[in-house]
């Protein structure tokens, strides 16, 4: 632990008290390059190494090890300007089991720049949810850019969540590639909102190419103001028994701009795929039922829309 | 004069004794070029639990939405009136804030909101306990749907039992339910009619749209209406009679010229 201060901020902004307190959950929190705190547990093996602009992280989940409460990570910046870089190498072995639970905090940004990079490999039979929370300034100025590439190894489970529905988004790129072996399963899930001049660029991927792999990608955005948002989620099957669904809703208000290409391709007959997607203004039934309660027309679409974004 | 019954009409010299809560006055609606509502005129009196009766297609559901104003609803001619003043100009949300409301056909759903939140949200302050005792009035266990959302994964049914306890919650002065019954099984029915008479005893004025005769018996008042017109109204005792003996065998099935009816 290098410092008290951050730490204590750290934790305040993302509610992680608990998590920190815990001697049997695990935490890493990290102020733009360096380590505030952290606690490991058996089975789980982390490696920092800072240089100029951010971190380097090694995680290695054992073999078989069960990480029986979530794994807190807090990457932050309490600035308002910089740049955070993160190169995470992440491998969860077979038979393993982990929930990452990530806080990115940047309560104060004008001008930050938070760039992930990683490569999550998952054993056979592995189970790993990430879950990934964002709390942003409500400047904008902020550019976000989330790249992962997965593999999934015969019967591993990965589940990811992306949530950025405080403060402003500024501008967020997500990529995400997923390559599923077989009878393996995937779930993403981005929720995002807008406004301002945000801009959001979803591109989540999922390679179906083992036999009974599954997939589903789904995302939920609102925009409002002049933010706009543009989704391109694809899943490809190419194996036997391979199944999926791609699932996008945008809800936009004022002149804000959605923008949905859902993308599936399938090369296996006995494959099948699936894709839905809407998009426009906040459903008209469900204005006028909240409103047939008292509540007026702002308020009726801020429930509707923190009930997609949940 | 459309009303079967002159004789009855003597009952409206009462109206004094009887408060009206809600008056229409030569309510006229076109959607799309039809004419939908022709001219009709009725008063809800306070208190009372009043039936709207009427074939498929009759006008009733476009009855409810253009008393409390939705959208698309509101170029109506004629008007309403609430304790006397106009309404016509108010949005669905003024309405409702001067205590009207409307429990749909066939509720919205949406996604991720929780019921918690939902059926405290025309109750202003709700608490947790106002929220339980609503959702055991309408026969939902909370301990199972508290933690639910309103969303796809209720069934028919438990979605209208939903919407009825967010209208209990809210204590209204005068709620329009349309087919209350409907998607609801024969064991829950009496809860329906139970949460009904709940509204009522609270002073709730309640306004049951139905094609069910036994519904139409859980009302003290009622409207029949065919083709957009009130054809009769009275005791509903009296317009079940009517309904069960006239309307069902009627060839015109909801589709007679104003001339041709009776
Ligand atoms: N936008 C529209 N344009 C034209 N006609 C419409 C429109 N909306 C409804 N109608 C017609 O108005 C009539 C009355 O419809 P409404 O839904 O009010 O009937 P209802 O009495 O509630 O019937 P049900 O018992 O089937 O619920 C129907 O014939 C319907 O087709
Ligand atoms: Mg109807």
Same mark, same amino acid.
């Given at each position: 632990?290098?410092?008290?201060?951050?730490?204590?901020?750290?934790?305040?902004?993302?509610?992680?008290?608990?998590?920190?307190?815990?001697?049997?959950?695990?935490?890493?929190?990290?102020?733009?390059?360096?380590?505030?705190?952290?606690?490991?547990?058996?089975?789980?093996?982390?490696?920092?190494?800072?240089?100029?602009?951010?971190?380097?992280?090694?995680?290695?989940?054992?073999?078989?090890?069960?990480?029986?409460?979530?794994?807190?990570?807090?990457?932050?910046?309490?600035?308002?300007?910089?740049?955070?870089?993160?190169?995470?190498?992440?491998?969860?072995?077979?038979?393993?089991?982990?929930?990452?639970?990530?806080?990115?905090?940047?309560?104060?940004?004008?001008?930050?720049?938070?760039?992930?990079?990683?490569?999550?490999?998952?054993?056979?039979?592995?189970?790993?949810?990430?879950?990934?929370?964002?709390?942003?300034?409500?400047?904008?100025?902020?550019?976000?850019?989330?790249?992962?590439?997965?593999?999934l190894?015969?019967?591993?489970r990965?589940?990811?969540?992306?949530?950025?529905?405080?403060?402003?988004?500024?501008?967020?790129?997500?990529?995400?590639?997923?390559?599923c072996?077989p009878r393996s399963v995937l779930e993403?899930?981005?929720?995002?909102?807008?406004?301002?001049?945000?801009?959001?660029?979803?591109?989540?991927?999922g390679?179906l190419?083992g036999e009974d792999a599954r997939g589903a990608?789904?995302?939920?955005?609102?925009?409002?103001?002049?933010?706009?948002?543009?989704?391109?989620?694809?899943l490809?099957a190419?194996?036997?028994g391979a199944r999926g669904h791609?699932?996008?809703?945008?809800?936009?208000?004022?002149?804000?701009?959605?923008?949905?290409?859902?993308?599936?391709?399938?090369?296996?007959?006995?494959a099948h795929v699936?894709?839905?997607?809407?998009?426009?203004?906040?459903?008209?039934?469900?204005?006028?039922?909240?409103?047939?309660?008292?509540?007026?027309?702002?308020?009726?679409?801020?429930?509707?829309?923190?009930?997609?974004?949940? | 004069?459309?009303?079967?019954?002159?004789?009855?009409?003597?009952?409206? !010299?009462?109206?004094?004794?009887?408060?009206?809560?809600?008056?229409?006055?030569?309510?006229?609606?076109?959607?799309?070029?039809?004419?939908?509502?022709?001219?009709?005129?009725?008063?809800?009196?306070?208190?009372?639990?009043?039936?709207?009766?009427?074939?498929?297609?009759?006008?009733?559901?476009?009855?409810?939405?253009?008393?409390?104003?939705?959208?698309?609803? /509101?170029?109506?001619?004629?008007?309403?009136?609430?304790?006397?003043?106009? !309404?016509?100009?108010?949005?669905?949300?003024?309405?409702?804030? /001067?205590?009207?409301?409307?429990?749909?056909?066939?509720?919205?759903?949406?996604?991720?909101?929780?019921?918690?939140?939902?059926?405290?949200?025309?109750?202003?302050?709700?608490?947790?306990?106002?929220?339980?005792?609503?959702?055991?009035?309408?026969?939902?266990?909370?301990?199972?749907?508290?933690?639910?959302?309103?969303?796809?994964?209720?069934?028919?049914?438990?979605?209208?039992?939903?919407?009825?306890?967010?209208?209990?919650?809210?204590?209204?002065?005068?709620?329009?339910?349309?087919?209350?019954?409907?998607?609801?099984?024969?064991?829950?029915?009496?809860?329906?009619?139970?949460?009904?008479?709940?509204?009522?005893?609270?002073?709730?004025?309640?306004?049951?749209?139905?094609?069910?005769?036994?519904?139409?018996?859980?009302?003290?008042?009622?409207?029949?209406?065919?083709?957009?017109?009130?054809?009769?109204?009275?005791?509903?005792?009296?317009?079940?009679?009517?309904?069960?003996?006239?309307?069902?065998?009627?060839?015109?099935?909801?589709?007679?010229?104003?001339?041709?009816?009776?």
């Open positions: 632990m290098t410092d008290e201060q951050p730490a204590r901020q750290l934790a305040d902004i993302a509610s992680i008290h608990a998590a920190v307190g815990d001697e049997d959950t695990a935490h890493l929190l990290i102020g733009l390059n360096e380590v505030v705190s952290s606690r490991a547990v058996a089975g789980l093996d982390v490696d920092v190494e800072s240089h100029d602009e951010g971190v380097r992280l090694r995680i290695v989940v054992a073999d078989g090890a069960v990480i029986a409460k979530p794994v807190h990570m807090c990457f932050g910046l309490l600035q308002q300007a910089g740049i955070q870089r993160i190169d995470l190498d992440f491998a969860v072995g077979s038979g393993a089991k982990i929930d990452v639970i990530a806080h990115c905090v940047f309560p104060n940004a004008t001008d930050i720049q938070h760039l992930m990079n990683a490569d999550i490999r998952i054993g056979a039979g592995a189970r790993y949810s990430y879950f990934e929370r964002h709390i942003h300034s409500d400047a904008g100025g902020l550019l976000v850019v989330p790249k992962a590439k997965v593999t190894a015969e019967d591993a990965f589940r990811t969540d992306f949530e950025l529905v405080e403060g402003r988004v500024g501008t967020l790129k997500i990529d995400y590639e997923t390559t072996g993403m899930t981005a929720k995002v909102a807008g406004r301002g001049d945000d801009k959001i660029d979803i591109r989540e991927t390679h190419t990608l789904t995302s939920r955005v609102a925009v409002r103001d002049d933010a706009r948002a543009d989704v391109y989620n694809k490809t190419t194996a036997a791609v699932d996008c809703k945008e809800i936009i208000t004022d002149r804000g701009i959605a923008n949905a290409v859902p993308i599936v391709e399938v090369s296996h007959p006995k699936t894709h839905e997607a809407a998009l426009g203004s906040v459903d008209s039934k469900q204005l006028q039922t909240l409103m047939a309660r008292g509540l007026t027309e702002d308020a009726a679409g801020d429930l509707i829309i923190a009930g997609l974004l949940s | 004069m459309l009303y079967r019954d002159a004789g009855r009409d003597a009952m409206m !010299i009462h109206r004094t004794e009887r408060m009206s809560l809600l008056d229409v006055d030569n309510l006229s609606l076109s959607l799309d070029g039809s004419a939908i509502l022709n001219g009709l005129s009725f008063d809800l009196w306070e208190g009372y639990v009043h039936a709207i009766v009427g074939p498929n297609g009759a006008g009733k559901s476009t009855l409810a939405f253009a008393l409390m104003g939705l959208d698309g609803y /509101r170029h109506i001619d004629g008007d309403i009136r609430l304790d006397g003043e106009s !309404i016509r100009g108010l949005s669905v949300d003024e309405r409702a804030r /001067r205590g009207m409301t409307l429990g749909w056909q066939e509720p919205a759903r949406f996604e991720g909101l929780p019921l918690r939140r939902f059926i405290a949200c025309g109750a202003d302050g709700a608490d947790d306990e106002t929220i339980t005792e609503a959702m055991q009035q309408v026969g939902l266990d909370p301990a199972r749907y508290l933690g639910r959302a309103v969303d796809t994964t209720l069934s028919g049914g438990e979605r209208k039992k939903v919407e009825l306890a967010s209208i209990l919650a809210m204590r209204p002065r005068l709620v329009l339910l349309d087919e209350p019954d409907s998607g609801i099984d024969v064991d829950s029915l009496h809860r329906i009619h139970d949460a009904i008479g709940l509204l009522r005893d609270a002073g709730t004025t309640v306004v049951l749209i139905t094609h069910s005769m036994e519904v139409l018996g859980w009302a003290q008042h009622a409207f029949l209406i065919c083709c957009g017109n009130i054809v009769d109204k009275g005791p509903s005792d009296e317009i079940v009679r009517y309904f069960r003996n006239k309307c069902i065998p009627c060839d015109h099935k909801n589709a007679p010229t104003l001339a041709e009816m009776p």
